[in-house]
Nanobody, 120 residues
Framework: VQLQASGGGLVQAGGSLRVSCTSSMNLDYYAIAWYRQAPGKEREFVAIIGRSGDTYYYADFLEGQFAISRDNAKNTMYLQMNSLKPEDTAIYYC???????????????WGQGTLVTVSS
Protein backbone atom coordinates (compact mmCIF):
# COMPACT_ATOMS: atom_id res chain seq x y z
CA VAL A 1 0.00 0.00 0.00
CA GLN A 2 1.46 3.29 -1.06
CA LEU A 3 0.17 6.58 0.23
CA GLN A 4 0.27 9.90 -1.55
CA ALA A 5 0.29 13.12 0.42
CA SER A 6 -0.51 16.39 -1.29
CA GLY A 7 -1.66 19.93 -0.69
CA GLY A 8 1.41 21.44 0.90
CA GLY A 9 2.66 24.86 -0.04
CA LEU A 10 3.64 28.30 1.17
CA VAL A 11 1.27 30.14 3.48
CA GLN A 12 1.57 33.23 5.62
CA ALA A 13 1.46 33.01 9.40
CA GLY A 14 -2.13 32.94 10.60
CA GLY A 15 -3.32 31.31 7.42
CA SER A 16 -4.82 27.90 6.76
CA LEU A 17 -3.97 24.95 4.60
CA ARG A 18 -5.42 21.49 4.07
CA VAL A 19 -3.23 18.56 3.19
CA SER A 20 -4.61 15.33 1.82
CA CYS A 21 -3.59 11.70 1.78
CA THR A 22 -4.88 9.07 -0.58
CA SER A 23 -3.94 5.66 -1.90
CA SER A 24 -4.62 3.30 -4.75
CA MET A 25 -5.49 0.67 -2.17
CA ASN A 26 -8.47 0.56 0.17
CA LEU A 27 -7.63 2.32 3.42
CA ASP A 28 -10.89 1.45 5.21
CA TYR A 29 -9.16 -1.00 7.54
CA TYR A 30 -6.34 1.31 8.56
CA ALA A 31 -5.94 3.97 11.16
CA ILE A 32 -4.31 6.97 9.53
CA ALA A 33 -1.89 9.30 11.22
CA TRP A 34 -0.14 12.47 10.27
CA TYR A 35 3.43 13.09 11.32
CA ARG A 36 5.68 16.01 10.57
CA GLN A 37 9.38 16.60 10.39
CA ALA A 38 10.83 20.05 10.66
CA PRO A 39 14.35 20.81 9.40
CA GLY A 40 16.93 19.36 11.76
CA LYS A 41 14.34 17.75 14.01
CA GLU A 42 12.93 14.31 14.61
CA ARG A 43 9.70 13.23 12.96
CA GLU A 44 6.87 13.84 15.42
CA PHE A 45 3.30 12.64 15.78
CA VAL A 46 0.59 15.15 14.89
CA ALA A 47 -2.77 13.37 14.81
CA ILE A 48 -4.48 10.03 14.26
CA ILE A 49 -7.93 9.05 13.06
CA GLY A 50 -9.59 5.68 13.41
CA ARG A 51 -11.00 3.51 10.65
CA SER A 52 -14.52 4.91 10.73
CA GLY A 53 -13.46 8.48 11.40
CA ASP A 54 -15.31 8.61 14.72
CA THR A 55 -12.22 8.50 16.88
CA TYR A 56 -9.22 10.76 16.71
CA TYR A 57 -6.43 12.08 18.86
CA TYR A 58 -4.08 15.02 18.59
CA ALA A 59 -0.65 15.82 19.86
CA ASP A 60 -0.80 17.98 22.97
CA PHE A 61 1.05 20.89 21.36
CA LEU A 62 -1.71 21.53 18.81
CA GLU A 63 -4.27 23.06 21.22
CA GLY A 64 -7.11 22.70 18.71
CA GLN A 65 -5.18 24.19 15.84
CA PHE A 66 -5.52 21.25 13.42
CA ALA A 67 -8.38 18.93 12.51
CA ILE A 68 -8.04 15.43 11.08
CA SER A 69 -10.79 13.82 9.03
CA ARG A 70 -11.36 11.12 6.47
CA ASP A 71 -13.74 10.37 3.64
CA ASN A 72 -13.70 6.62 3.16
CA ALA A 73 -15.90 6.89 0.07
CA LYS A 74 -13.09 8.88 -1.55
CA ASN A 75 -10.37 6.88 0.17
CA THR A 76 -8.89 10.18 1.27
CA MET A 77 -7.77 11.58 4.59
CA TYR A 78 -7.27 15.22 5.44
CA LEU A 79 -5.45 17.42 7.87
CA GLN A 80 -6.92 20.89 8.11
CA MET A 81 -4.34 23.27 9.56
CA ASN A 82 -5.45 26.64 10.92
CA SER A 83 -3.71 29.57 12.57
CA LEU A 84 -0.45 28.39 11.12
CA LYS A 85 2.80 29.55 12.68
CA PRO A 86 6.34 29.56 11.27
CA GLU A 87 7.18 26.71 13.66
CA ASP A 88 4.61 24.56 11.84
CA THR A 89 6.95 24.54 8.84
CA ALA A 90 7.74 20.90 8.12
CA ILE A 91 7.27 18.02 5.77
CA TYR A 92 3.94 16.42 6.63
CA TYR A 93 3.65 12.67 6.22
CA CYS A 94 0.61 10.44 6.30
CA UNK A 95 0.92 6.87 7.46
CA UNK A 96 -1.34 3.83 7.73
CA UNK A 97 -1.50 1.23 10.46
CA UNK A 98 -3.78 -1.68 11.26
CA UNK A 99 -3.62 -0.70 14.93
CA UNK A 100 -4.27 2.48 16.88
CA UNK A 101 -0.90 3.85 17.89
CA UNK A 102 1.22 6.99 18.14
CA UNK A 103 4.40 4.98 17.71
CA UNK A 104 6.13 5.43 14.37
CA UNK A 105 7.08 1.78 14.37
CA UNK A 106 3.40 0.77 14.26
CA UNK A 107 2.97 2.30 10.81
CA UNK A 108 3.48 -0.07 7.92
CA UNK A 109 2.94 2.36 5.08
CA TRP A 110 4.05 5.94 4.58
CA GLY A 111 3.44 8.64 2.05
CA GLN A 112 6.28 10.60 0.51
CA GLY A 113 5.44 13.75 2.46
CA THR A 114 4.26 17.18 1.45
CA LEU A 115 6.13 20.35 2.39
CA VAL A 116 4.32 23.06 4.32
CA THR A 117 6.16 26.35 4.69
CA VAL A 118 4.77 29.09 6.89
CA SER A 119 6.25 32.53 6.41
CA SER A 120 6.32 35.14 9.14
Amino acid sequence: VQLQASGGGLVQAGGSLRVSCTSSMNLDYYAIAWYRQAPGKEREFVAIIGRSGDTYYYADFLEGQFAISRDNAKNTMYLQMNSLKPEDTAIYYCAASRIWSQLRTAYEFWGQGTLVTVSS
